[in-house]
């Protein structure tokens, strides 16, 4: 069974400042997907980024990167330049490839970021 | 449009009321989900409708009913619920290609549903 985990239920940082927020996952599936979404107080959840299984190179989308390590089972969210309005949840989760039946994301537990002006 | 628009809202229900929440994309997407989530944790999946062909049952109650009456709309008709079941209901939707499968899923804004 898939499994993702977020060892950090909670983190602060200072406005403008980068900040790394942890997930490891584990699963047999030799092709899988990593997302991370971030979910304001309004309910929704916004995708950030993207990293699958064999993609060589780390993801980056505007200020997010993710740190992809493939051996450690590891797909940390790095975001750089914190802004008040990063203040939110972020989901890691991971997509188990199921064709053609739509597939399943597993959600990790969840890391509450809040960012100090 | 990027969209995926979830009604009503909110919504307060008895446990002997029947409702439906709705679920509508124009992306053209061939996967649609509904996920349950309660307060501080994380979404977990109920049901997912690929080419409008019910495809994963998440061993939900049969009090949850979703239906998928085209490639655009989804519902979640809800009978006899329990004050348990109150929670944030999200929609969500995705491209799906045949032998792929790494798509990302697009979410709507949900429905906070409360059961008295």
């Known amino acids: 069974a898939q499994k993702i985990t977020q060892t950090q239920p909670g983190m602060f940082v200072q406005e403008k400042e980068a900040v790394t927020l942890d997930c490891t996952y584990d699963?047999?599936?030799?092709?899988?997907?990593l997302f991370w979404y971030k979910q304001p107080s309004s309910g929704e959840m916004i995708f950030l980024i993207y990293?699958?299984?064999?993609?060589?190179q780390n993801a980056t989308e505007g200020r997010y990167s993710l740190n992809f390590q493939k051996a450690r089972k590891s797909a940390n969210l790095v975001i750089s330049a914190s802004q008040l309005g990063d203040s939110a949840m972020y989901f890691c989760?991971?997509?188990?490839?199921?064709?053609?039946?739509?597939?399943?994301?597993?959600f990790g537990q969840g890391t509450e970021l809040s960012v100090k002006p | 449009d990027t969209e995926v628009t979830q009604t009503p809202k909110h919504l307060v229900m008895g446990m002997t009321n029947k409702k439906s929440l709705k679920c509508e994309q124009h992306?053209?997407?061939?996967?649609m989900y509904w996920y349950k989530q309660k307060a501080k944790k994380p979404p977990e999946l109920m049901f997912v409708?690929?080419?409008?062909?019910?495809?994963i049952n998440e061993s939900v109650p049969s009090r949850f009913s979703p239906e998928c009456p085209n490639s655009s709309l989804l519902n979640l008709h809800l009978h006899a619920l329990q004050p348990e079941d109150s929670a944030l209901y999200l929609c969500?939707?995705?491209?799906?290609?045949?032998?792929?499968?790494?798509?990302?899923?697009?979410f709507g804004s949900g429905t906070q549903l409360s059961v008295l």
């Open positions: 969500a939707s995705s491209q799906e290609v045949p032998g792929f499968g790494n798509e990302k899923l697009f």
């Open positions: 699963t047999s599936d030799p092709s899988y997907g």
């Open positions: 990293q699958g299984s064999y993609d060589q």
């Open positions: 989760a991971m997509r188990e490839t199921l064709y053609n039946q739509g597939g399943k994301l597993i």
């Open positions: 992306m053209g997407h061939r996967a």
């Open positions: 409708y690929s080419y409008e062909k019910l495809s």
